[in-house]
């Protein structure tokens, strides 16, 4: 069964920094493109940013663009999201969701999602 | 980047009636080989949003037959032919032409 389980969400002040982590299971991790997609009241679902099977590719929405940064580590079959210079309107839960193919084409299919961690930012 | 408006945004449904939810993208998303990069998923009450329908019309793994998807170009439909108490939840389409992938604001389906 796969399984993505997100962790290091949580109440952070404007400006700074956080690190998501996401721990994959069930599949061959290196084989899949991932992605991170927000979740908030205001927005809706929000794609955030996308990572090739190995991680030459990453595309970020541009609402993130320079302040967060995708990377994977395959021999971890981890996933993560650093995000800086943070700002309220970045609050939301934050899934880790697998593709069905390995690149960052056209066809993203998102399957499965994970839970979520849910990430405030807030003075 | 690719702009998707869905209506109704809420849907109130006497189980075992049908219930229809549009999905309009800005862009066509039909590509060059044919196919229709629109997707649909549910997002159940307290749970992730998962898969239902790939590429216009193909049903995920597991989804029942009384869901159905059609559409081309710019408008797009989900069908439940007979709706259950547990097709309740909030419906996105989503756009997979191009990065960023954009989905629509949503539908909310209750049970009469």
């Known amino acids: 069964e796969v399984q993505l389980v997100e962790s290091g969400g949580g109440f952070v002040q404007p400006g700074r920094s956080l690190r998501l982590s996401c721990e994959a299971s069930?599949?061959?991790?290196?084989?899949?493109?991932m992605f991170w997609v927000r979740q908030s009241p205001g927005k809706g679902l929000e794609w955030v940013a996308g990572?090739?099977?190995?991680?030459?590719?990453?595309k970020y929405a541009d609402s993130v663009k320079g302040r967060f940064t995708c990377s994977r580590d395959n021999a971890k079959n981890s996933l993560y999201l650093q995000m800086d210079s943070l700002r309220p309107d970045d609050s939301a839960l934050y899934y880790c969701?697998?593709?069905?193919?390995?690149?960052?084409?056209?066809?993203?299919?998102?399957?499965?999602w994970g839970q979520g961690t849910l990430v405030t930012v807030s003075s | 980047d690719i702009v998707m408006t869905q209506s109704p945004l809420s849907l109130s449904v006497t189980p075992g009636e049908p219930a229809s939810i549009s999905c309009t993208s800005s862009?066509?998303?039909?590509?060059?080989?044919?196919?229709?990069?629109l997707d649909w998923y549910l997002q159940k009450p307290g749970q992730s949003p998962q898969l239902l329908i790939y590429?216009?019309?193909n049903r995920a793994s597991g989804v029942p037959d009384r869901f159905s998807a059609s559409g081309s170009g710019t408008d797009f439909t989900l069908k439940i032919s007979k709706v259950e108490t547990e097709d309740v939840g909030v419906y996105y389409c989503?756009?997979?032409?191009?990065?960023?992938?954009?989905f629509g604001p949503g539908t909310r389906v209750q049970i009469k």
């Open positions: 969701v697998k593709d069905v193919g390995s690149g960052l084409g056209a066809g993203v299919r998102l399957d499965p």
């Open positions: 069930g599949f061959t991790f290196n084989d899949y493109a």
């Open positions: 990572i090739n099977w190995n991680g030459d590719k990453i």
């Open positions: 862009q066509s998303l039909l590509h060059d080989n044919g196919f229709n990069y």
């Open positions: 590429l216009r019309s």
């Open positions: 989503m756009q997979s032409l191009q990065t960023p992938v954009t």
